[in-house]
């Protein structure tokens, strides 16, 4: 039987029969977009750049809360929500890009940790087509106010890839690899 360490609203801390201790966040998975269109005979990227938590990683501690790195479109799964449902509803709030179905060209599961029981539903799209809307976005909360998104050419966003030795977003090379493997077709 699973026992609880620590319990808030926010995370959980649980411990197996087998003394396994894990994390668990409110909202177990999540979903990763990477949202791109086709620019003359290459790609552009858009990118969210959002703040890290405070990590106490020599390399990067002595930057503050609010530098940016750059990510996919990212969101928790609400109850009864499904992976697609949560895809569209992040990127319509944090880009006001309005995606359908039809603009998923490919989707994954990656496993977050070993240490954690998240799931990470991995998604590219093509926002050749999406509407885009005006309206305020993110949901009010002081880490998406100071999130910004940028476009960038397929180029920088290699080079965000394979040129920071000291830091990975797991959820952009993730989403990256599946851009290349469903897009590029790259084996």
Known sequence: MTRYLYKNKWVNLKQTERGFVYGERRNTNS???LLYVKYKRDYKFLLRYQPLPELKIKEISKLTWTTLYPCCVTGSL????????NAIKE??????????????????????STQMNECVYTF????????HVNKK???GSIF??????HWVSHQKLKSILSDNKDLYLSSLASAYLLFQKRILKIK
């Open 31 to 33: 979903t990763a977009t």
């Open 78 to 85: 609400e109850p009864n929500e499904t992976p697609l449902q």
């Open 137 to 139: 976005q993110g949901d």
């Open 91 to 112: 990127v319509l709030e944090e880009t006001n890009y309005q995606i359908i179905k039809n603009d998923i060209k490919g989707t994954n599961i990656v496993v977050a």
């Open 124 to 131: 590219i799209a093509d926002i050749s087509n999406a509407k």
């Open 144 to 149: 998406e106010s100071i999130s910004q998104n």
